[in-house]
């Protein structure tokens, strides 16, 4: 019987080619779709997990005083990896580590400016890397070793041995390969191609001599003993600051926290760092995990809708099965392998689509995102029990429907099925245009949104401004020289050196001892800037003058500062009567004159409000070189920045336009746009591909209704709206359903912006409107063809 219900299958399938092209596509889309999800999902829900007892490991994070304990810090003080061992029973070991700046690893004339780690002799032991060569347990103990990645070490060396070779990192200290280590995976949260010890850094060194409590730049790793509650941990830890930092008020005493090492891939959003990987979000994946889920059971509805209107067709087939002896639950088991062998082949046209589709989705997504039957082991069982799934979702309504029709009624000739079918087809065709326009509706509000970002008055000018990051110290002391050669250039307008870039300031520092501060703290954001920052971005001062070279006090490091009116109002000031006053900073170099007000501008996302900002005149070893230049010879004024830059420096020329720095900020929101986008259309696809189906069988059903029609007068608009009209009711009442739906998930994203669109009621009619063409064209084929037809040889057959 097995055999004669899969000749059956595959006949049906050759006799009605259309409609399985429509359910088969359908299907595979939807499994596409969501098999590409499923997989980007498993990739971020992996992360650190090949670390062995990585359940036991945790990052230790601070909340900061200096910010009213709002914020949370990855990076922490020096003190804290030896302290926590020290005085805590419960951590059994712990690390320090941080990223290396300004990266320069030299083999004689040959220069690399890869990404790398340094770390104390305790890291290796904690992360379980595996080791190619060397001994993880003591490659670290030598301040002039450095441990390769087997990647990296072939790019330097090619083939050759390098244990034992010499290296020199920034130009300056030489090391010695000590240890070859294999390349991070894909999935750790630390991405580096080298680890040099943490006491070979005079950062380091200074830190852990100097206030080895108040500097804040490295990342403490710890491993807890098992079934230790964290929260005693931290209770404890906070009881340790209470004791022996008393001198610390205690609205300034930070508190320590306890973060999963498996969370931090997806959880490390509310973290100010400088982070080491491309971090991702826990939200968005379940957002398109969800997505994914909607498609699908799209693409089932879909199936389900064809079938359904298909089963008149096979109603004789059933009234003789069961006349010569089929029973109910035979029935539903030919119906159900039919559904079986249906998935099966979209299963087969699914994967072969998202092995086209995987290398563009894996570089929208920004991770190595691949697809390996062999060493996944949870694949091949998910795609199967995938396939029983849909089966079962897509193919037991038809099945209960069909093998519950009374073979009398049907081989008299009364061969429809119960009306109740209508209402399911109803009810799916509604869900499927109300999640489409949901969709439809949703991309049109991230575009605004996108558009509004793009377009918002920042408060600084982004226009033909050319950055270039600052890594060597080198060229930071020769600016000036640089400088005065490259204003000669008539498609030089002017230069500025910067700490930070205006799009992304993340330095934090707290105001006091203002007059009338009673003791109070202001957290400000700050970075140093020069003479020019102003002029080279366009930003206005609205009191009292900026930074300049006429005054002989004015000079780098100078007590003076300025402030954006935001601080102004905070501290209860007119922009005019800051002018003059004096505070005190956090960053331990005394009291400082204020001589300006600047306009307030965005100097971070607009997912944040207007931001407390401090400016200081400071140039240091590293930072950035703003220019703005000339759109005429732009790629010959690079060139020459490039030409002067290169004499000054070994590190690579690495420029950017501010536009592209910009544009980070949002990248997040730009990738969910474009996927939305992709999501909608897909969905769109699906809805209308199930619409064609219903229409086109509906339209066959009548076929004898519509030449009685036309015999007795009916003309053709009339037909086809007769036609199109029960589509359009069922549109409508899916945009009813979708309106509201889409109006609270969107609004729900909206809020992550301080600054956004308006929810205005055209785009949920533009939407609706939308759908309703789609539809509309959709039907429109079939109602013509009908409509056209001769109307004798529909009624010829009786």
Avoid at 570 to 594: C, H, M, V
Avoid at 734 to 757: D, K, Q, S, T
């Amino acid at each position: 019987m097995i055999r004669n219900y899969i000749k059956i299958a595959l006949r049906n399938l050759r006799k009605n080619p259309v409609y399985s092209f429509i359910n088969i596509f359908g299907l595979a889309s939807g499994l596409a779709c969501f098999i590409l999800i499923l997989i980007f999902v498993q990739h971020e829900l992996s992360y650190d997990r090949f670390h062995k007892n990585s359940d036991q490991l945790y990052r230790v994070i601070q909340r900061r005083p200096d910010s009213k304990g709002a914020d949370h810090w990855a990076a922490t003080s020096p003190a804290l990896a030896s302290t926590l061992k020290k005085e805590l029973s419960e951590v059994t070991s712990a690390t320090s580590v941080f990223p290396t700046f300004n990266p320069l690893i030299s083999l004689g004339d040959k220069r690399f400016t890869e990404e790398g780690i340094l770390a104390d002799t305790n890291f290796l032991k904690i992360f379980t890397f595996p080791f190619l060569q060397g001994d993880a347990a003591t490659a670290l103990e030598s301040p002039n070793s450095i441990v390769l990645t087997a990647s990296f070490a072939r790019k330097i060396f090619g083939e050759q041995n390098p244990i034992g070779q010499t290296l020199t990192y920034q130009n300056q200290q030489p090391h010695i390969v000590t240890g070859i280590m294999a390349d991070v995976p894909e999935t750790s949260h630390l991405a580096f191609s080298y680890i040099l010890p943490a006491l070979s850094d005079q950062y380091y060194r200074d830190c852990i001599t100097r206030e080895p409590w108040y500097n804040n730049g490295l990342y403490t790793y710890v491993v807890l003993a098992s079934g230790v509650d964290t929260h005693r941990v931290e209770e404890k830890m906070r009881a340790y600051i209470d004791r022996n930092l008393a001198d610390w008020r205690p609205e300034d005493r930070m508190a320590f926290l306890f973060q999963p090492l498996r969370d931090i891939h997806l959880k490390s959003q509310h973290l100010k760092t400088f982070p080491f990987e491309k971090g991702g979000s826990q939200r968005y994946v379940y957002l398109f995990l969800a997505i994914g889920f909607i498609v699908l059971l799209l693409a089932c509805a879909n199936y389900t809708n064809i079938a359904v209107a298909r089963s008149i067709q096979r109603a004789q087939e059933v009234g003789v099965r069961k006349v010569a002896g089929a029973r109910r639950w035979q029935l539903m088991r030919q119906f159900l392998g039919e559904s079986v062998i249906m998935t099966l082949l979209a299963l087969l046209l699914a994967l072969a689509m998202v092995h086209l589709l995987l290398p563009s989705f894996s570089q929208l997504m920004e991770r190595p995102i691949h697809i390996d039957y062999l060493s996944n082991p949870m694949l091949l069982p998910a795609l199967l029990t995938l396939v029983v799934l849909v089966s079962l979702i897509s193919g037991s309504y038809p099945a209960l429907l069909m093998s519950r029709l009374k073979p009398v009624t049907i081989l008299k000739g009364k061969n429809t099925v119960p009306a109740s079918r209508f209402t399911l087809q109803r009810v799916l065709t509604v869900g499927q245009y109300a999640v489409s326009i949901a969709l439809l509706a949703g991309s049109f509000i991230i575009y605004r949104q996108m558009q509004f970002v793009q377009h918002k008055e920042l408060g600084y000018d982004r226009e033909h401004i050319l950055t270039i990051k600052v890594s060597d110290a080198n060229l930071s002391q020769r600016y000036s020289t640089i400088r005065e050669t490259l204003l000669h250039d008539p498609h030089v307008v002017a230069m500025s050196y910067s700490l930070y870039l205006p799009t992304d300031v993340i330095t934090s520092q707290s105001m006091s001892g203002w007059e009338g501060s009673d003791g109070k703290l202001l957290p400000t954001q700050t970075t140093g800037i020069d003479y020019d920052f102003l002029d080279v971005y366009g930003i206005p001062l609205v009191a009292g003058r900026g930074f300049s070279r006429q005054f002989g006090t004015d000079t780098l490091g100078a007590p003076i500062a300025l402030i954006n009116e935001s601080v102004a109002k905070a501290l209860g000031w007119t922009p005019k009567e800051a002018i003059g006053k004096e505070f005190n900073y956090s960053d331990g170099r005394g009291q400082r004159r204020i001589v300006g007000v600047v306009k307030d501008f965005h100097f971070n996302s607009i997912h944040q409000p207007l931001g407390l900002l401090v400016l200081t005149l400071d140039q240091g070893p590293s930072g950035y070189i703003s220019a703005k230049i000339r759109s005429e010879n732009l790629q010959e004024t690079i060139a020459k920045f490039e030409r002067v830059i290169r004499n000054v420096t070994p590190y690579p020329f690495d420029y950017q336009f501010i536009d592209d720095n910009f544009n980070k900020l949002y990248k997040n929101d730009i990738r969910l746009g474009e996927l939305f986008t992709s999501f909608t259309l897909l969905a769109v696809l699906i809805a209308s591909l199930g619409l064609f189906g219903l229409a086109a069988y509906s339209t066959q059903q009548r076929m004898k209704e519509i030449g009685i029609r036309k015999v007795l007068g009916a003309s053709i608009p009339g037909i086809v709206r007769l036609l199109s009209k029960d589509y359009i009711k069922l549109v409508l009442v899916g945009f009813i359903i979708a309106v509201p739906l889409a109006w609270y998930f969107m609004n729900r994203w909206l809020e992550n912006f301080a600054y956004r669109v308006d929810l205005d009621w055209w785009i949920f009619a533009l939407a609706g409107i939308f759908a309703l063409m789609i539809a509309l064209l959709t039907v429109a084929f079939q109602s013509l063809k009908a409509a056209w037809m001769n109307p004798t040889k529909s009624l010829r057959a009786e």
